[in-house]
């Protein structure tokens, strides 16, 4: 049974930075593409990061490009989201999700943690 728990979320003011952190389980962590997502109140879950299975390729939503930075360590089997200069619209509740493929997650066939709170004060 795969398992993602997601953890790092918090509250924090404007300009500052998080990192969140994704350990996942039960399956070979390697072999799969991971991704974050997150979800405002009100609002559809959207596509914040993607890695690759071995960290070869990136890539990010405009909204997040150039402020944060996903990574991962295959040997603790986690996934990183390292935010910087954050932004009171970055305020959601963040989700680590693993894919079925090597380079890239689709959101219908991932798996999913249960998410995490980050709040950004103006």
């Known amino acids: 049974q795969v398992q993602l728990v997601e953890s790092g979320g918090g509250l924090v003011q404007a300009g500052g930075s998080l990192r969140l952190s994704c350990a996942a389980s039960g399956r070979t962590f390697s072999s799969y593409a991971m991704a974050w997502f997150r979800q405002a109140p009100g609002k559809e879950r959207e596509f914040v990061a993607v890695i690759s299975w071995n960290g070869g390729s990136t890539n990010y939503a405009d909204s997040v490009r150039g402020r944060f930075t996903i990574s991962r360590d295959n040997a603790k089997n986690t996934v990183y989201l390292q935010m910087n200069t954050l932004k009171p619209e970055d305020t959601a509740v963040y989700y680590c999700?693993?894919?079925?493929?090597?380079?890239?997650?689709?959101?219908?066939?991932?798996?999913w943690g249960q998410g995490t709170q980050v709040t950004v004060s103006s």
């Open positions: 999700a693993s894919g079925t493929l090597s380079s890239t997650v689709n959101p219908r066939s991932a798996y």
